[in-house]
């Protein structure tokens, strides 16, 4: 089943995507490190978590490249080095994005919810799909494919769920950022092609779920 040279085929759309996104925000990312804004990654996420009476989240440094994320359970929103310190669009346009995780969290933004209720069952459905499927297509039992597919539809929800998560945090970000004089309308240009490349990143991960499920669903009605 791994090797099979139809899967490649369900999915080259998907990874011809998520290769374009990727060398898309590492030249975006270049780009934006290249310009200096008026204060630090830390600096703007915390002016824009403070005006949303948001002092109660906390912001820390991480290792890591783009490893940046909001934790909803701890209150924490976590900036990879580069952008914590850094004093150019890309950190303050990545800081300003996880900022708006983080404001989505305190009115209640339902997809988040959702996103979140979604985490333990999408990351079983990832993990333990798999282990029916290999058995069920080892052991040609169609329970077990039927099963598996189910589970790893979850995922695929998950997954689907996320996308207006991500769109609407870069939005927010994009707003706030010209709101508060963080960086001016002028310059906006390069902070909307890194999120709009990360976003895209979404995109492909997304499809390459989808036609993985249709992958599946095809291989069960071949058997």
């Known amino acids: 089943m791994f090797f099979d040279p139809l899967y490649f085929v369900y999915i080259a759309p998907a990874l011809l995507l998520a290769f374009l996104a990727q060398m898309w925000i590492s030249a975006a990312y270049r780009r934006g490190q290249a310009h200096p804004a008026a204060m630090s990654g830390y600096a703007a996420a915390r002016q824009i978590l403070d005006a ?6 906390e912001i820390e440094p991480v290792p890591g490249h783009l490893s940046d994320h909001y934790d909803s359970r701890d209150k ?3 900036l990879s080095d580069d952008v914590y310190h850094g004093r150019n669009l ?3 346009g990545i800081a300003a994005h996880e900022a708006g995780h983080a404001i989505q969290d305190s009115v209640g933004y339902a997809p988040l919810i959702v996103r979140n209720l979604a985490v333990p069952i999408a990351n079983f459905g990832s993990n333990f ?11 040609a039992q169609h329970y077990l494919i ?13 997954q689907i769920v996320n996308l207006p998560v991500e769109f609407n945090a870069s939005s927010r970000a994009k707003a706030l950022l010209v709101d508060y004089g963080i960086v001016p309308q002028d310059e906006m240009g390069t902070v909307r092609s890194i999120l709009w490349a990360a976003a895209l990143t979404y995109v492909a991960a997304t499809l390459q ?15």
């Open 146 to 158: 039927l099963a598996g597919i189910i589970l790893f539809s979850a995922f695929v929800v998950f």
């Open 129 to 139: 799909s798999m282990i029916l499927l290999v058995l069920g297509f080892i052991f």
């Open 76 to 78: 924490v929103l976590r």
């Open 209 to 223: 779920s989808i036609l993985t499920l249709l992958y599946y669903i095809t291989r069960m009605r071949d058997r």
């Open 52 to 57: 949303a009476h948001l002092q109660n989240v």
């Open 90 to 92: 890309a950190a303050v």
